[in-house]
């Protein structure tokens, strides 16, 4: 397993922006695949998006596609969310993982997971 260390939430106001930021160590981590997911409060967790693990395919749910953007530096070992056009509807924990072989939204895919990082966008 890798190591993963999820910061950059906090509060922001509707419209507004956030970087969130993923750190792993351990396992090589650009071996494989990596994805945000969220929970919201009383809602199961869901997926955000993934990469591929060279950067070259990334996937998005509909509800964030053209709003949020993941990447990805293997040199430095961490997977960035950059979230734009913040709406009260993306306000959740969101989490980092990685280990899976692909870029899926099945969560069942990775086997590391980040603490997780709680989003607040008031309206």
């Known amino acids: 397993q890798v190591q993963l260390v999820v910061s950059g939430g906090g509060l922001v106001q509707t419209g507004g922006s956030l970087r969130l930021s993923c750190a792993a160590s351990?396992?090589?981590?650009?071996?494989?695949?990596t994805g945000w997911f969220r929970q919201a409060p009383g809602k199961e967790r869901e997926f955000v998006a993934t990469i591929s693990w060279s950067g070259t395919n990334t996937y998005y749910a509909d509800s964030v596609k053209g709003r949020f953007t993941i990447s990805r530096d293997n040199a430095k070992n961490t997977v960035c969310l950059q979230m734009n056009s913040l709406k009260p509807e993306d306000t959740a924990v969101y989490y980092c993982?990685?280990?899976?072989?692909?870029?899926?939204?099945?969560?069942?895919?990775?086997?590391?997971w980040g603490q997780g990082t709680q989003v607040t966008v008031s309206s």
């Open positions: 993982a990685s280990g899976s072989y692909g870029t899926t939204r099945y969560q069942g895919s990775y086997d590391s």
């Open positions: 351990g396992r090589t981590f650009s071996n494989y695949a």
